[in-house]
């Protein structure tokens, strides 16, 4: 830290340390200014700028004409403003439309591998969610023989890499037959994450279990309690694991690279990466990219605008447990 | 664990012992919980046997074999380890996954770190944070591709920058030199909102009157941040020192995109290097004893955590 506390050390360190000054009820510290508060937000604008910029350059590269790009690199509005390459990249321009404005005649099938993401990130989720909302029930809730050994295994899993699982789960799904499915490409992460029923298992054991042995009582099956009890009780973590599993699974690209080798299951990562991959190194159509990378992250910062304050939150709760 | 207690005591009981099997098993609404527990652990326990246990075991054996993926595979010994010990292109990639980790983590740990702690000083709008959390939305692919455009040696809006200061541009993704770093910075940049957020999530958890305590003391800013901030954040800091870590040694996409690895192996991390002879090569045998090496690596590194974190319990408790 010192390194960073030499240049000034006055303004710095003021900012490095949380309130130095008592701050009034309301939470705000004293709002006039001061130069280590001007460096403060200095900093902090050039941290968004620096955040920000890159998808701006995306937006602003997909509206170019890719020939144009090379006349103009540094302009900062789109050369030449047009639709052309989310055309090309969606497969609505002709061959001729396309090479005019500087395609390098490679298209991709946008919208069949978005399809193909939204299955296979859907799925996923919504099958590892599940399985470990009612393992987490069984461990959480229900009196059994072994439960608390099965629970310590499942807990080691949490600190054992799953890097040795890559290459013999491929050879597993070869030799299923399931190479270029979905179930291959799904099954192997759906049923088992130690993280997230050690994580709904802490939340359960937190929740009263007064209401549920009242409908217990009240002749209420198990299952019954599960499913209108307590999962409902549990909505606010099985949302927050939902949501950074399906941005997970969305932009997963190596185990999807080692179980697909053709276009009809293979998720939007991927292909844009393969598309990346064979564009003409010479004069890439960067527009085109950009188009369909911005097609690619579009479902994510949807996502983002609607559960924005939610995600940020979950971060910070996951990463305080 | 009493048998026959009235309504409100057994869950008087049950938040006291919560966690140790609150309610007793003998009560009538536990008669059947067994067939059940193992009906509603079954999937999760199917998938930890099938697709984490076995192909861990799996992956150790076959790290002794010569696996062509074809053929069955053949018990070798210790012929390959014996082969990844002389073999220059496995130490190499093991040199550049290191410089790799070290540049992602020093970078990455300071920025993260100073801007949560200014953050939280200023503001705590929940507009900045979301937007500093963006680049950890999209992939590793989206974010390499992005990256590599703005760093172009010819048209890269970077460089664009660059030659109107320096005159030259530099060779970002096409050097020896700057290859890591430049890939080390596209980590960075993708993962710093998040681990900025995680530290801001912790500073908040610091109650203000410790600070106004260590006024009264009258220690001044340097001694309340080194000795009050940084003890306090540190289980925080540990647990994101090693995400970082463990992330960064099993780095993939973003090289996969912008260097596959080039140019001429300056950039060959071991992930790469492990796809390459598996699957470029069919080399699985090969591929496995290399991930058992990585794979001995992470579980040292989260060894070191857990010994850190309670090494950090101690200290403040």
């Keep these: 830290m ?130 470990s909302t009612i393992a987490a029930y069984a461990f959480a809730r229900l009196r059994w023989k072994g439960r608390d050994l099965m629970f310590s295994i499942f807990l080691a899993a949490l600190m054992v890499p799953g890097i040795l699982t890559l290459l013999p ?43 549920e042995e009242a409908a217990l009582i009240d002749g209420a099956g198990r299952l019954r309690v599960l499913f209108r009890i307590t999962l409902p009780m549990t909505s606010g973590p099985i949302i927050t694991l939902s949501i950074l599993g399906f941005i997970t699974a969305w932009n997963d690209y190596f185990w999807p690279l080692l179980v697909t080798s053709d276009d009809s299951v293979r998720p939007l990562t991927l292909a844009l990466a393969v598309f990346k991959q064979s564009s003409p190194q010479a004069s890439p159509d960067w527009a085109g990219l950009m188009a369909a990378t911005l097609v690619a992250a579009l479902p994510m910062l949807l996502l983002f605008l609607v559960f924005g304050k ?12 | 664990m009493a048998i026959t ?99 992602s983590v020093v970078f990455g740990m300071t920025v993260s770190l100073v801007t949560a702690v200014v953050l939280h000083r200023l503001t705590s709008n929940t507009v900045v944070r979301g937007i500093i959390i963006l680049p950890f939305l999209i992939s590793g692919v989206v974010a390499a591709t992005t990256w590599s455009w703005m760093l172009d040696s010819q048209l890269g809006v970077v460089n664009m920058l660059i030659e109107q200061l320096t005159g030259e541009p530099i060779m970002f993704l096409g050097s020896r030199a700057w290859a890591i770093p430049s890939i080390a910075m596209i980590s960075v940049w993708k993962s710093m909102g998040y681990n900025a957020i995680i530290i801001f999530a912790g500073l908040q958890t610091i109650p203000p009157t410790i600070y106004e305590a260590g006024r009264i003391d009258g220690a001044n800013e340097v001694q309340m941040f080194r000795r009050l901030t940084l003890p306090l954040l540190r289980p925080i800091l540990a647990m994101v020192l090693v995400l970082t870590v463990i992330g960064s040694f099993q780095v993939f996409d973003i090289v996969a995109v912008t260097t596959k690895g080039g140019p001429a192996n300056a950039s060959n991390v071991l992930q790469m290097y492990i796809y390459d002879k598996a699957f470029g090569q069919f080399d699985f045998g090969y591929g496995a004893t290399m991930s058992l090496a990585l794979f001995a690596m992470l579980i040292i590194i989260t060894f070191l955590q857990m010994r850190l974190m309670r090494a950090s319990e101690s200290d403040t408790n």
């Design chain 1, 2 to 131: 010192t390194t960073i506390l030499k240049p000034t050390p006055r303004v710095t360190t003021e900012l490095l340390t949380t309130p130095e000054r008592p701050r009034s009820p309301r939470g705000r510290t004293r709002s006039r200014f001061s130069p280590g508060r001007a460096v403060a937000w200095l900093y902090i604008v050039i941290v968004l700028v620096v955040t920000v910029f890159p998808f701006y350059w995306m937006l602003r590269t997909a509206f170019s004409n890719n020939y144009s790009l090379i006349r103009d690199p540094g302009s900062l509005l789109p050369v030449d403003f047009t639709w052309g390459a989310f055309a090309r990249v969606l497969g609505l321009a002709s061959q001729e439309q396309s090479l005019a404005e500087g395609g390098s005649g490679a298209s991709i099938q946008i919208l069949h591998f978005l399809l193909n993401s939204v299955i296979y990130a859907t799925v996923q989720t919504v099958a590892i969610v599940f399985f």
């Design chain 1, 310 to 321: 939610r995600i940020v939150n979950s971060i910070g709760f996951t990463g305080l447990k």
């Design chain 2, 5 to 103: 207690a009235s309504r409100g005591t057994r869950a008087a009981k049950s938040t006291r012992v919560r966690g140790r099997g609150a309610i007793n098993s003998h009560s009538p609404a536990h008669r059947h919980d067994g067939r059940l527990a193992w009906v509603l652990i079954a999937p999760a326990l199917v998938g930890f046997l099938v697709f984490f246990l076995y192909p861990t075991l799996r992956g150790i054996y076959l790290s002794f074999t010569d696996f062509k993926v074809l053929t069955p595979p053949t018990f070798t010994g210790f012929d390959n380890f014996v082969r990844l010990f002389g073999d220059q292109v496995f130490w190499s990639s093991l040199g550049v996954t290191v410089y790799f980790v070290l540049l």
């Design chain 1, 169 to 211: 789960n491929f050879v597993l799904v070869k030799d299923l037959g399931l190479l270029n499915t979905f179930a291959g490409m799904i099954l192997p992460t759906a049923l088992f994450s130690a993280f997230n029923i050690f994580f709904l298992r802490q939340f359960m054991l937190g929740l009263s279990e007064e209401i």
